[in-house]
């Protein structure tokens, strides 16, 4: 008599390739060994290229035995198949100590060192979060590290398309020593997508920089461009037009209170620079900077703006008013502006007639988050308007702030609004909707 698994054994046994590489793709590293034990057919398996082209390493700062191993895995998964890798992102998460940092950066040597004598395919690096400036790291670990990192970028400088280094907290020389290292041997760095989102450190005033521009300047065909608006001046804005205007397509910039952000920025210059890179979307991000004036010298009319994102955080001025930003400043962008992001703390003010005024004028808006005070009632009119066609909302998340724990009745008139609105709700928006006390 047959045995009944065998079946079940010849059909495991002949799988298509690429439905066994689709098995292995959902396992882990040590799953993937064991399998692979199996037959030489799962073994081959095992080493196809498509399994190891994106890899995220983490190493993580508090101590255990699995964290430990986490350094080990790294090096075994680049010796092993590092020459199948074309997105590596690199993790930090919560290093705590000088003897962490110093086992991180000599793993990284002996894993960057390996990458680039066996790897001819990688496109994408991303290390977010380094804190460079952080005391944890000593001064001559964090100068091997930014050596080793610079020696990898200038040996991968003709592959890499992407690079993300945000929250390195740099130097400006160190900072510029990494960028440079991008466009080493031809004098010309041809990736297209840079995120340098706190890369330098806090209260450097960028913009002023010759070193900053000249490194910016070998950039020639930059796509998204993601950075602080400490680095903004005339003469980027220039160099960006003169060298990458064929290319650009996004500008990611974040203003925040500690970082310089009072500097003289031409309209003129912002112009140009729309002019001759047509596709060219710019997107705002602010955290902390609210005041009106401060809005006003940054959100220039001749800035191509799709999206703008203010976050008030624990800012908190008795003087401080929202009202002429939502009137006076936003609505310059009506024929442009896509994504609203408001995140307020105005306990002083209503604003409903104000931000349902400026959402009916932008009539390209699709997505509205608002974390604000607001009536319940305001939500009632922006669907009824919504319904009515007069603007083309598809995401609305909003958190209404009550100054009272209890939010039983505002709940309700939710609920009702809700229903009221379900055909609409459901057919053509993403929607989501709470009440939230701030007390």
């Given amino acids: 008599m047959e045995d009944d698994s065998e079946p079940e054994q010849r059909s495991w046994a002949h799988l298509p390739d690429v439905c066994l590489r689709r098995v292995f793709h959902w396992l882990d590293d040590r799953d993937r060994s064991q399998a692979a034990l199996v037959c030489k057919k799962w073994s081959w398996a095992m080493y196809s290229g498509s399994l190891w082209r994106r890899r995220t390493i983490t190493f993580y700062g508090r101590p255990s035995r699995a964290h430990t191993l986490e350094f080990q895995s790294a090096l075994w998964y680049v010796k092993k198949f590092g020459k199948y890798l074309e997105h590596l992102e690199i993790k930090l998460s919560n290093p705590y100590n000088t003897a962490f940092t110093q086992k991180f950066q000599v793993t990284m040597r002996g894993l960057l060192s390996r990458l680039s004598k066996c790897n001819s395919r990688l496109v994408s690096l991303s290390i977010k979060y380094l804190e460079l400036d952080r005391l944890i790291w000593k001064n001559v670990v964090r100068a091997q590290f930014i050596k080793t990192l610079a020696t990898f970028l200038k040996r991968m400088s003709k592959q890499l398309d992407y690079l993300n ?82 290319s650009l397509c996004t500008l990611n910039i974040k203003c925040h209170i500690h970082d ?180």
């Fill in 260 to 439: 310089p952000h009072g500097q003289v920025v031409w309209g003129m210059s912002w112009a140009n620079l729309a002019k001759r890179a047509p596709k060219l979307k710019v997107n705002f991000f602010f955290e902390r900077v609210m005041k009106h004036d401060h809005l006003a010298r940054i959100l220039l009319v001749e800035i191509p703006v799709r999206s703008i994102s203010l976050r008030s955080c624990y800012f908190n001025d008795p003087h401080w008013t929202m009202r002429p930003t939502l009137t006076n400043l936003l609505p310059a962008y009506w024929h442009v502006l896509q994504k609203l992001t408001l995140e307020l703390n105005n306990d002083h003010e209503l604003l409903d007639d104000e931000l349902l005024q400026l959402i009916l004028s932008c009539k390209r808006l699709l997505f509205l988050k608002v974390w604000a005070f607001l009536s319940v009632t305001f939500m009632e009119r922006l669907l009824q308007n919504r319904a009515e066609r007069k603007c083309i909302l598809t995401t609305i998340k909003v958190r209404i702030y009550t100054a009272r724990q209890e939010t039983s009745e505002e709940d309700r008139l939710l609920c009702d609004i809700y229903r009221t609105f379900k055909y609409l709700i459901d057919s053509e928006l993403n929607y989501f909707v709470i009440t939230y006390p701030m007390v």
């Fill in 165 to 246: 280094l945000k929250g390195a907290r740099v130097t400006l020389e160190e900072g510029c020593e990494l960028l440079n290292s991008l466009s080493f041997l031809t004098n010309k760095g041809f990736i297209s997508e840079i995120n340098i989102e706190d890369f330098f450190s806090l209260h450097l005033p960028v913009y002023s920089s010759t070193l900053f521009h000249q490194t910016m300047s070998k950039f020639h065909s930059l796509v998204i461009l993601t950075f602080n608006y400490n680095c903004i001046s005339d003469e980027l804005l220039d160099i960006l037009r003169e060298h990458s205007a064929h």
